[in-house]
């Protein structure tokens, strides 16, 4: 007896879920007309849409790195972002080279990138230029968070670097194409970040690097903040009171994108928020696109469509449809007790006055 040898690798597409979903409902697939396409695609939107009513889509939750702005009290979620899991507040260390001459950069004054004035900048004559650290002798850093304060608006393809001896550098993480906003933080968390005596950041779209701070961190350490209701917050008699630590935030569901508004409003622009947040499934695209969903979860997707589908098509028995409503339900149910992590839980009641 033979076996494939792989795991996970057969491809389902939009277009497959549409085929087995007219089958089941009574139909050959290439009786579907382009309209009834469309609408099987967009029902399939409409269920992985309502998914995250039903509960944490464990393979949706992401995280972001906020570093907070000066006077600055509300800050964006990203699009399709649905709620907040865990926010913390962030504060690290950042390491100094043991001399004077640890900063360097191909052109522009390095120094500027590294001395907590976000007022000066390392402005470069050249494209594909870099700002560089060296930490010195026998002096190996672990860097597990970089950022980067723009002093510029634009696209730009930067790389982290690291190097031993200065002369030969290996890659640390490549973020790909970003847009800068001048002013504005970017915070990447290294998840196997290295112990070495150089790093830098490099260039490599052709663009003229400009940058206010260039932040090698580690030793993060994490507060959690607490959550406010909208009452609490909207009856703060003072929304604008500034701190070091804001510890409080309220979370405001609105559209296009929801919004934290933190309380109080930081005033130091070198801490950092750390926010756990559940998003929505990626849009489904064209019919020969992937879904975003684990394999788990293909069967129930699979028997929740052909179910919508059987609604919308034309001539489908009634005792069908409710056939594939219970198969529907049944596969869900399946999927759904299986979302877990299974690790250890603790309850924790809090009494107090509920407000809503």
């Given at each position: 007896m ?115 004035d ?6 470069q ?103 406010l ?58 019919l ?10 293909q069967?129930?997707i ?29 596969a869900?149910n ?23």
């Open positions: 033979a076996y494939s040898g792989t795991v996970g690798t057969t491809v389902i597409n939009v277009q497959t879920y549409i085929d087995h979903g007219a089958r089941r409902a009574g139909k050959l697939a290439e009786e579907l007309t382009s309209e009834q396409q469309i609408s099987a695609r967009e029902s399939l939107y409409y269920l992985l849409s309502n998914l995250i009513n039903m509960g944490i889509q464990y393979w949706c939750i992401s995280k972001k790195i906020y570093g907070v702005q000066p006077d600055k009290a509300v800050y964006d979620l990203p699009v399709g972002g649905n709620d907040v899991l865990q926010a913390l507040y962030r504060r690290m260390n950042r390491p100094t080279p043991n001399s004077t001459g640890g900063y360097t950069a191909s052109s522009g004054v390095a120094a500027n990138a590294f001395d907590s976000i007022d000066t900048k390392c402005t004559s050249a494209p594909n230029g870099n700002i560089a650290v060296d930490y010195g002798t026998d002096n190996t850093v672990y860097v597990g968070s970089i950022g980067i304060m723009p002093g510029v608006t634009g696209s730009f393809n930067v790389v982290f670097e690291v190097s031993d001896d200065g002369v030969m550098w290996t890659s640390l993480y490549a973020p790909g194409v970003t847009a800068w906003v001048d002013g504005e933080w970017l915070w990447y968390d290294i998840e196997t970040g290295a112990n070495t005596q150089y790093y830098r950041m490099r260039e490599t779209g052709g663009n003229t690097l400009s940058v206010r701070e260039l932040y090698f961190g580690n030793n993060a350490t994490e507060i959690t903040m607490a959550r209701n909208r009452d609490d917050y909207t009856n703060l008699p003072n929304k604008n009171f500034t701190a070091n630590q804001p510890f409080q935030y309220w979370f405001d569901r609105t559209i296009p994108q929801a919004s934290i508004y933190l309380w109080p409003v930081p005033s130091d622009p070198f801490v950092q928020m750390t926010v756990w947040y559940s998003r929505q499934i990626m849009d489904v695209g064209a020969t696109n992937e879904l975003e969903i684990p394999q788990r979860w069967y129930a699979q028997a929740m469509l052909a179910h919508q589908m059987a609604l919308e098509l034309p001539g489908v028995d009634m005792q069908r449809i409710l056939y594939l409503e219970a198969q529907a339900e049944k869900f399946l999927a759904e007790q299986e979302e877990r992590d299974k690790s250890p839980i603790y309850f924790a009641p809090a009494i107090g006055v509920y407000t809503r």
